[in-house]
């Protein structure tokens, strides 16, 4: 650990806008296509994309952003 090292709080505002702007398409996108060639029963749609949105938002999307944010901070 490095001693008196200061962490900075994440601006909360480009995070809620980041998170609107990547979820927009997402959402906009995906259940249509998973109605077009997976399903059409309205749960499973539903279920279908949020097993592939709620991952790719927390695990792809939001750390490389934050990722980004932290080495802006730093210059």
């Known amino acids: 650990m490095i ?7 994440s601006n909360q505002h480009a995070i809620a806008i ?3 702007v990547t979820l927009l398409p997402l959402v906009y996108y995906i259940p249509p296509w998973i109605i077009h060639n997976l399903t059409d029963n309205h749960l ?3 279920v279908i994309s949020l ?4 991952p790719v938002v927390s695990y ?3 750390p490389l ?3 980004s944010l932290k080495i802006l901070e730093e210059r």
Do not use: H
């Open 65 to 67: 952003f934050i990722k």
């Open 60 to 62: 792809v999307a939001m």
């Open 18 to 20: 980041f998170t609107f």
């Open 3 to 9: 001693p008196n090292k200061q962490v900075l709080p």
């Open 51 to 54: 097993m592939i949105i709620v």
């Open 44 to 46: 499973f749609v539903t």
